[in-house]
């Protein structure tokens, strides 16, 4: 048996933890089968439980875009651990990690730190509607803005495999004020605004989405959203949690040339440890606390050795000219080679990507939106999944999930990557 001392650890951890994991999508619901345990990762690869090692492209749904336990941000994390874990005060770093982010990326005046990207979104519509004074705000179906409440309406990421998106907790009250419109469908949105005029706050969407699959914004989609916010007083808020620092360093904003008024991060910007933020334009940051009255706070936000391993992350990054060069130019080589090897097998597919995010979709020829995402083959994309697993490849366990490309996947793995793929039996 491959999986045998996983198989044990996930039965174990059942007992002690709801469905045995710390989030649903770890579980394997989607896909079947038995969660694998990963009990260390360096550079490109994962080590389970049983010592089977695999090509990772989840790294860790975003975070290791260097790929795994990079020896610099290692080092920097152990020296910062030496000076102690956490204060609960002001620290330098907090100054430099923000003086460098809005330095290098378009559009942002001020930020503020939290510990997830649940927590960046919650707290930018809170302070989108604290500017505004209005309640509404939009978002598009098959987009994960995170697990609280306002958001977890048509939901993508692990509540789309759940079978009901829209998730049993969230009263009424609050899902009143979430509108929701198709992805890619600038006319909706425009009739939302129409139907409630002078009501809504903020309009958030992934500016790539990656939480239905990797479904790219087309028909200058975001210039037509940065446009009607504009007619209607709206804060447009990127949720570049995924595609922050991933696009490019200044993410969607700077890949796609459209101005956010504020942009939520999270994943790459903690470098592996827990860190999510918000930033945006001046007028709207001083809303919040202290300065303002939009309340905000975070026992560990900001946290020292979670800073240290943001901050060598995006540095790191941004002092290789080629980086992002680099690692895109190895996910279009992916697309290209796995879309060759499909058609000669005859598998109907599309490949979504941009940059280093990309995701596979059977049996369907283009994918825009969530019904198109919920229309592709999952069943067979399960079956790839696993039988490229027992190869040694780890894909996200779900067709509705992005596949991150890290800078540590190179020919060699792109190659092992691409045999496993020639055997995929699908009958
Ligand atoms: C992952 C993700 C979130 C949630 O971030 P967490 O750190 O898991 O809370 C929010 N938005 C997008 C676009 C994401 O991909």
């Given at each position: 048996?491959l999986?045998?001392r ?6 174990e ?11 649903p ?11 694998v345990f990963?009990?260390?990762a360096?550079?490109?690869?994962l080590t389970?439980?049983d010592d089977r ?14 790929g ?12 910062q651990?030496?000076k102690?874990?956490s204060?609960?005060?002001p620290?330098?770093?907090e100054t430099?990690i923000?003086?460098?982010i809005?330095?290098n990326v378009?559009?942002v005046?001020q930020?503020?730190m ?11 519509i ?7 004074g209005?309640d ?5 179906e ?8 306002s ?9 789309a495999?759940?079978g009901n ?13 979430t509108?929701?419109?198709r ?16 009501e809504?706050a903020?309009?958030?969407v ?12 087309e028909n200058d ?5 940065r ?12 949720d570049?949690v995924m ?14 040339g459209?101005?956010a008024?504020?942009v939520t991060?999270g994943?790459?910007?903690g470098g592996?440890?827990?860190v ?16 303002g009255a ?9 946290n020292?050795l979670?800073m240290?391993?943001?901050l060598t992350?995006l540095?790191?990054i941004k002092?290789?000219a ?5 690692i ?12 060759k090897?499909l058609?000669?097998?005859g598998i ?6 941009k ?11 283009s994918v825009?939106n ?8 999952h069943?067979l994309?399960n079956?790839?999944?696993h ?6 490849i780890?894909?996200p ?8 490309i ?5 020919s060699?793995?792109?190659d092992?990557?691409l ?9």
């Amino acid at each position: 048996m491959l999986y045998q001392r996983s198989s044990a650890l996930f039965t174990e951890a059942q007992k002690y933890i709801p469905g045995g994991v710390n989030s649903p999508v770890r579980a394997f619901k989607s896909v079947g089968g038995v969660p694998v345990f990963i009990k260390s990762a360096k550079g490109a690869y994962l080590t389970d439980a049983d010592d089977r090692k695999y090509i990772d492209y989840i790294n860790s749904w975003g975070p290791a875009i260097l790929g795994h336990t990079h020896p610099q941000v290692l080092e920097d994390i152990k020296m910062q651990a030496e000076k102690g874990f956490s204060f609960g005060t002001p620290t330098e770093i907090e100054t430099e990690i923000a003086k460098f982010i809005i330095e290098n990326v378009p559009n942002v005046d001020q930020i503020r730190m939290v510990s997830s990207g649940t927590e960046a979104c919650m707290s930018a519509i809170r302070v989108a509607r604290g500017f505004t004074g209005r309640d509404k705000i939009i978002k598009f179906e098959g987009c994960y803005h995170g697990h609280s409440d306002s958001f977890l309406i048509k939901a993508g990421s692990g509540a789309a495999t759940f079978g009901n998106p829209n998730s049993p907790g969230v009263t009424a009250g609050t899902a009143k004020d979430t509108l929701l419109a198709r992805y890619n469908d600038a006319d909706q949105v425009a009739d939302l605004f129409r139907l409630n005029e002078g009501e809504i706050a903020a309009v958030i969407v992934e500016p790539v989405a990656g939480n239905m699959g990797c479904v790219l914004p087309e028909n200058d989609f975001l210039q037509k959203l940065r446009k009607l916010c504009d007619e209607n007083g709206a804060v447009l808020i990127f949720d570049e949690v995924m595609t922050g620092f991933r696009l490019a360093f200044g993410g969607a904003q700077e890949a796609y040339g459209v101005k956010a008024d504020l942009v939520t991060y999270g994943k790459v910007i903690g470098g592996g440890l827990p860190v999510g933020a918000f930033a945006g334009r001046q007028e709207i940051m001083d809303c919040l606390a202290p300065k303002g009255a939009v309340y905000q706070a975070g026992t560990l936000s900001g946290n020292p050795l979670a800073m240290r391993a943001g901050l060598t992350t995006l540095q790191l990054i941004k002092n290789d000219a080629s980086f992002y060069e680099r690692i895109n130019k190895n996910t279009e080589m992916l697309d290209f080679e796995i879309g060759k090897i499909l058609n000669e097998k005859g598998i109907s597919h599309c490949i979504n990507r941009k940059g280093s995010m990309m995701s596979l979709f059977f049996h369907i020829t283009s994918v825009s939106n969530f019904d198109e995402a919920a229309k592709a083959n999952h069943s067979l994309f399960n079956k790839f999944f696993h039988q490229l697993l027992e190869s040694g490849i780890y894909l996200p366990p779900s067709g509705y999930e992005t596949w991150f490309i890290s800078d540590a996947i190179k020919s060699e793995e792109i190659d092992r990557t691409l045999a496993a793929i020639r055997k995929f039996e699908y009958s």
